[in-house]
């Protein structure tokens, strides 16, 4: 009696009991409903309820076959709203697309990598990288249908507009869209079925026509916010010009390097959870190396990507000098705290995992010493870039403080200390990868003690360039100011590819201390890795609602204003939690993805009788 | 008990979007309505006007964005305060209305020396000002220094021709 099999059954009866029983009385109640004495023959069975409503239907139905046809403007989406509906769905779709078109960027390199060298290892790294690609490929399909369909529900006079302006890009699309089908599910079933180098065609095939589409969808997204190519009334002038629209190529740029450190993360967060599933020491070495090589790619695209960020917005001043303002100074310059601190902490995250992994690099303890230096600037760089210039205060605050801005560290919320902050962070992160780099290795060139040297004199004077301008901007008009902008970014680019490019020379030939041993590190390094890659796509969710909600109240910046109910900008607050559930919800999604990849790893399903040893025991 | 990895980072995640989601809340939350055409009667009085016009000034007109009043060092945009002076100085040949209305209709026609192009012309979208928003705000603007004159009556040479 006390088995839980005989309870699921017993609580099934009841169950069905219970509804058996309400449907009862319900037909019941329905069946003694009050009926008129003196009704017609013929009609007995009419009560008035079932007359009212038969005389309402009847009403409707005569209203309906009256009504004129009239275009609708809007159709709303119950509970939620449209706004949200398709913001969710947009979020979801750029999310799989973005992972669908960085993963065959990193594969093709990797596989080229593995074809040049010779070393099968990389071969089978690309291939369990496009492993991750074909059901993200579906569900973006999905993603790109469902939001288009609800697009074109809940807002057909828009979209009716954008028909009209771009009409002559959607059979490029799909045309473009089914040699993606093409390229990817050949490169990923022909995996050692062709020449090394046919394969690698597919690859490249695959990486234009994927760029290709993205940047067709680019310029629909990007007219919204800075259109071109359309008279003052919207009438199309060309075509041509509304698709090279002010912030088109900008988008294209960060989209790619966004799409591949985005990519990167989420391919390293499957290698976590493999490495953490293992159940073998040579399971945990490919899975560690594998998360290794997918965080080194987000990192290495996120280190450019704020320059790509600052070209981006530079266009939006220089296309409407109001829209860069509102962005920055506005009712979105709060946004940007947020930004900080989830920049601050992918690196922070990013400069940790390194510290760890150096842990299974033998010779790697002698830099130790330098990671507490690392940790000071990388935490006070952070603290810098995440500070407000004006911060949330009671009256008597305000008025003790002079304002709104705190006397002392209001400093350090203008763009001259934020820049100098998060061109210090990208110089340590650097250094922390170079430190991870160099661990295992000892120079064995004659000019090593100078070229370290060298190595130190750029990174310092790129620095103490950067600091200077950066104090230099409090004393300038604000003009000049900006402008510095562009000499810290350039310093700070051409000290890393300087770097760079001496520290391929000097580790030539470099003596070994020992073997890197993968697999050997804490597990807490995989979920950081985890971590990373949820804040990546907190990130990407959040730059994505900057980048659509800039426009405000208008469908088309200036052009196509926004009449319906969703006609307001929301609270940054309620924005986040938009972006947290859409993050939830991929998440849940891509974990399906894991999940089904990992089925290819499993043995065929046999009945109990037929299992042995483990898989016995694993079965039980 | 041994926790499913699934389950371990499920909680990672949730917990990550919700520390997230904190920070959201924490920072100043402002809603911002889509701007509605400013009903203004004909028979307003010049002292109404400036009072509308500061309201579109500071908000619909988007001018406080980047305008500032009374502020001075490295400025963006030139400081209005005291522009009703300032403006009959401005530019040679042009009264000092003629100077503000050609500079909210045509801003790219003269600028300030010192600064850069920029400004939006505010009786066009995105702004998009109605011809009678305009003159309120050109009544805040002859209060800032001088005493205003416009009234709804008044006509200019960009009056209407949007």
């Known amino acids: ?620 | 008990m041994r926790i499913p990895v699934p389950l371990k980072l499920a909680v990672l995640a949730i917990l990550t979007t919700a520390f997230y989601t904190y920070v959201g809340q924490m920072v100043p939350q402002k809603m911002v309505e889509a701007p509605q055409v400013v009903e203004i009667a004909e028979d307003v009085s010049t002292a109404e006007m400036v009072e509308i016009g500061k309201t579109i000034f500071e908000g619909k007109g988007m001018c406080s964005t980047c305008h500032t009043i009374g502020k001075t060092g490295a400025l963006r945009f030139p400081d209005l305060a005291g522009i009703a002076t300032r403006a009959a100085q401005e530019r040679e040949g042009l009264s000092a209305l003629d100077y503000l209305v050609e500079s909210l209709y045509e801003p790219e026609a003269y600028i300030v020396p010192g600064f850069n192009a920029g400004m939006p012309a505010i009786g066009k979208p995105p702004i998009g000002l109605t011809d009678q928003e305009i003159l309120t705000v050109l009544a805040y603007l002859q209060s800032l220094g001088g005493t205003p004159e416009v009234t709804m009556e008044t006509r200019h040479t960009y009056y209407g021709t949007d």
């Not at chain 1, 600052?310 to 220089?318: D, N, T």
């Not at chain 1, 842990?359 to 006070?380: C, D, M, T, V």
């Open chain 1, 1 to 620: 009696m006390n088995s839980p099999a005989v309870k699921i059954v017993l609580g099934l009866l009841v169950g069905i009991v219970l509804l058996a029983g309400t449907a009862k009385l319900v037909s019941y109640l329905i069946e003694t409903e009050y009926r008129s004495p003196s009704a017609p023959r013929g009609t007995a069975e009419s009560t008035p309820r079932q007359q009212g409503l038969a005389d309402e239907e009847a009403a409707a139905d005569q209203a309906a076959r009256e009504r004129t046809y009239e275009e609708e403007t809007y159709r709303a989406f119950p509970i939620i709203g449209s706004r949200v509906v398709v913001w969710v769905l947009a979020q979801l779709h750029l999310l799989f697309a973005a992972f669908v078109l960085a993963v065959p960027i990193f594969a093709f390199i990797i596989e080229a990598i593995g074809y040049f060298s010779g070393d099968p290892r990389y071969d089978k790294l690309a291939y369990e990288f496009t492993k991750l690609l074909s059901v993200s490929f579906s569900l973006t399909a999905t993603f790109g249908a469902f939001m288009t369909f609800m697009l074109v529900i809940l807002y057909p006079q828009f979209m009716n507009y954008l028909f009209h302006v771009f009409s002559p890009t959607f059979l490029p699309y799909v045309l473009l869209f089914f040699a993606e089908a093409f390229f990817l599910y050949t490169y990923y079933y022909g995996w050692g079925k062709f020449h090394p180098l046919v394969h690698l065609g597919l690859g490249l095939g695959l990486n234009l026509v994927g760029t290709a589409i993205m940047f067709i969808a680019n310029a629909w997204l990007t007219f919204m916010t800075s259109p071109a190519g359309v008279a003052e009334s919207g009438a199309l002038i060309s075509t041509w010009e509304a698709v090279t629209n002010y912030t088109w190529m900008p988008i294209n740029v960060h989209r790619i390097i966004a799409n591949v450190a985005f990519g990167g993360s989420v391919a390293a967060a499957y290698a976590a959870y493999k490495f953490l599933s293992a159940d073998s020491d040579e399971e945990r070495a490919h899975y560690d190396w594998m998360g290794y090589i997918g965080n080194f790619v987000a990192i290495i695209a996120f280190l450019p990507l704020p320059f790509a960020g600052y070209w981006l917005a530079k266009e939006i001043y220089a296309f409407n000098q109001a829209l860069g303002i509102q962005m920055m100074g506005g009712a979105f310059s709060w946004l940007f705290i947020i930004q900080a601190v989830l920049i601050g902490n992918l690196f922070l995250g990013a400069n940790y995992y390194l510290w760890l992994g150096m842990g299974r690099i033998p010779g790697s303890e002698r830099f130790q010493s330098y990671i507490k230096y690392l940790l000071i600037a990388i935490a006070a760089c952070f603290a810098i870039w995440a500070t407000p210039r004006s911060i949330l205060a009671t009256v008597s605050e305000v008025r003790a403080m002079g304002g709104s801005s705190h006397p002392a560290l209001g400093f350090l919320g203008v763009m001259s200390a934020k820049n100098t902050a998060v061109n210090i962070l990208i110089l340590s992160t650097f250094v922390s990868f170079l430190l991870y780099r160099r661990g295992g290795r000892i120079p064995t060139v004659a000019w090593a003690k100078a070229g370290n040297f060298l190595q130190f004199a750029i990174f310092a004077g790129a620095s103490s360039y950067v600091i200077y301008l950066g104090l230099k901007g409090y004393l300038v008009d604000a003009a000049t100011r900006i402008g510095y902008s562009v000499p810290q970014v350039g310093s700070v680019l051409i000290a890393m590819v300087a770097i760079t490019i001496i520290d391929l020379f000097l580790l030539r030939g470099s003596r070994a201390v020992g073997e890197t041993a993968w697999g050997k590190i804490s597990p807490i390094s995989q979920y950081v890795l985890i971590f990373i890659a949820v804040t990546f796509t907190w990130l990407m969710g959040l730059m994505g609602y900057v980048r659509s909600g800039l426009r405000q109240h208008w469908h088309v910046y200036g052009v196509v204003r926004d009449m319906s109910p969703d006609a307001f900008t929301p609270t940054l607050g309620f924005a986040t939690q938009v972006v947290s559930v859409t993050v939830l919800i991929f998440f849940a999604l891509i974990g399906f993805v894991f999940w089904l990849v990992s089925l290819g790893d499993k043995g065929k399903w046999r009945p109990k009788s037929e299992r042995v040893g483990p898989e016995r025991a694993e079965a039980a």
